[in-house]
T-cell receptor, first 113, second 111 residues
Framework: NAGVMQNPRHLVRRRGQEARLRCSPM?????VYWYRQLPEEGLKFMVY????????ESGMPKERFSAEFPKEGPSILRIQQVVRGDSAAYFC???????????FGSGTQLSVL | SQQGEEDPQALSIQEGENATMNCSYK?????LQWYRQNSGRGLVHLIL?????REKHSGRLRVTLDTSKKSSSLLITASRAADTASYFC???????????FGEGTQLTVNP
């Protein structure tokens, strides 16, 4: 059973471009979470999704950021018109149900030039 | 906000010593979890303690939870150099299922 898979591992974008981060949860997991981490800091919650539904997006910036978890395929975190402040490590995690531990991917390091 | 806050921010000890990290939070929780992160990697789950539990053990790990003080501690006994990592507590609130992480404790175990 493969773990949570995130790709790409590293992503470099210029200001104004779009960034797409992908996350495939563990097999059998229907809950997906996205977190952002700045250097030397903890993880900041962004969004919680179940298949085809956004359950909690209270941590998502109101503009430029969106997330989806379609019926088929990976979850996608999309950042439009990236700015330097978007540079961070973005982690995806999955769980089989509420109240359970999270399994994390290795993260995508986004660098905005 | 029920963000966990770890204490200390950084801890440096010698191999064989015990390491204790503390976590405080602000609101009611369903459970509290501890995770470990090696530099540049994803987080790995260590242990989960539910709000009706007071203590849990897993190998060299011991976690306590005091809901009256809204605090938890993680004890690593007989530490090893390989335990060097950042350790985070995370709380799941009673009103939602997302985990809220603290800022972490950077543990360095010197050989």
């Amino acid at each position: 059973n493969a773990g949570v898979m995130q790709n790409p591992r590293h992503l470099v974008r210029r200001r104004g471009q779009e960034a797409r981060l992908r996350c495939s949860p563990m097999k059998g997991h229907s809950h997906v979470y996205w977190y952002r981490q700045l250097p030397e800091e903890g993880l900041k919650f962004m969004v919680y999704l179940q298949k085809e539904n956004i359950i909690d997006e209270s941590g998502m910036p109101k503009e430029r950021f969106s997330a989806e978890f379609p019926k088929e395929g990976p979850s996608i975190l999309r950042i439009q018109q990236v700015v330097r402040g978007d540079s961070a490590a973005y982690f995806c995690a999955s769980s089989p149900r509420d109240g359970e531990k999270l399994f994390f991917g290795s993260g995508t390091q986004l660098s905005v030039l | 906000s029920q963000q966990g806050e770890e204490d200390p921010q950084a801890l440096s000890i010698q191999e064989g010593e015990n390491a204790t990290m503390n976590c405080s939070y602000k609101t009611s929780i369903n459970n509290l979890q501890w995770y470990r992160q090696n530099s540049g990697r994803g987080l790995v789950h260590l242990i989960l303690i539910r709000s009706n539990e007071r203590e849990k053990h897993s190998g060299r790990l011991r976690v306590t939870l005091d809901t009256s003080k809204k605090s938890s501690s993680l004890l690593i006994t007989a530490s090893r150099a390989a335990d060097t990592a950042s350790y985070f507590c995370a709380t799941e609130g009673t009103s939602g299922s997302r985990l809220t992480f603290g800022e972490g404790t950077q543990l360095t175990v010197n050989p």
